[in-house]
């Protein structure tokens, strides 16, 4: 007798996998980072800008990471990656080329998007490639550290590069009077922890190997208990800024929203893809609650 429940949970779970390997997940990680942003600084928006917002941020954010992970050429491919995802990793040197030419892709198409937006996104794309290259755009090596490397600049970066980009596309997209500059200022510090928290909960899975090619991310820099109070501590005090922005309700259930999902995170084995892939479901109750 078949159990077809369980065909199409394998089925699904096997979806989301690839999803992960594609880079989807990422992508709409940083969709959500705009969604938030603009529901903190509760900026108003047309549908079809939004919609040009959130397709230039994805394609963005896909292709930062799919560079990330294939680099610009096989032999800069990084065996750190090999050794916390080695799934992930066998996957796309199966499809390295096609993963290369899809992230030139959405990167073109994303300047386009952009320059529809405002004639000064349209370089913003070329600028996230190239910060991709300098971040970590070869093989970890101890001897020459990548700003990757650096102590604690792996989350850093990440989340100051977020909230770069979904900055600039409200600047784009929303004309702001001086108060909305000084609520969006309020928004990013929000939000850059955030990200950083996420960040530091992702680098969970890559500590062993991190802490084997001389990447100095913060749990090889503090270890793992304190990255987990790091990180439950940002999240409070995230939930609990958002009071001085939105109304009380919505920094309590994204208190416990945040606090839901670190608490599930700790009993995942592979956290990078639900953390990355719940903030949009967070984003999209954010919007909803109002």
């Given amino acids: 007798m ?3 429940r369980g065909s199409r949970g394998v089925s699904a779970a096997g979806v989301a996998r690839i999803a992960g390997h594609l880079a989807v997940w990422p992508g709409l990680y940083a969709a959500a980072v705009l969604l938030l942003l603009t529901w903190l600084t509760n900026t108003t928006v ?6 040009l917002g959130l397709g230039f941020v994805f394609l963005c954010g896909q292709a930062a990471y799919l560079l990330d992970r294939v680099k610009l050429s096989g032999d800069r491919m990084d065996p750190s990656d090999r050794a916390s995802q080695p799934d992930r990793h066998a996957f796309l040197i199966g499809i ?3 993963a290369r030419g899809l992230a030139a892709t959405e990167l073109l198409l994303a300047s386009l998007i952009g320059a529809a937006m405002s004639p000064w996104l349209a370089p913003v794309p070329l600028g996230v490639g190239i910060g991709v290259w300098l971040y970590a ?8 550290p990548r700003p990757k490397d650096w102590p604690t600049a792996k989350a850093l970066l990440v989340a100051a590069a977020h909230t770069a980009l979904a900055t600039a ?35 969970l899975d890559d500590l062993e190997a991190d802490r084997t090619f001389g990447t100095r991310s913060v749990p090889v820099e ?11 501590v940002t999240y409070a005090g995230c939930g609990i800024a958002v009071w001085t922005l939105r109304p009380l ?24 893809d639900f ?8 984003a999209a109750l954010c919007l909803w609650l109002g």
């Fill in 46 to 51: 047309g549908r079809s800008d939004l919609a």
């Fill in 2 to 4: 078949i159990d077809h």
């Fill in 222 to 232: 503090i270890g793992v208990q304190r990255s987990w109070i790091l990180a439950a």
């Fill in 169 to 203: 596309v409200i600047f784009a997209l929303a004309p702001l009077a001086r108060e909305h500059v000084v609520n969006l200022a309020e928004a990013c510090v929000i939000l850059s922890l955030l990200v950083l928290a996420d960040a530091v909960v992702c680098d």
């Fill in 275 to 282: 953390i990355d892939a719940r903030l949009i479901v967070l």
């Fill in 249 to 272: 309700r919505s920094a309590v259930v994204l208190t416990a929203l945040l606090t839901v999902s670190c608490a599930a995170a700790t009993v995942i084995r592979r956290r990078r």
């Fill in 96 to 98: 390295a080329r096609i």
């Fill in 137 to 144: 755009g070869r093989p970890a090596d101890p001897a020459r």
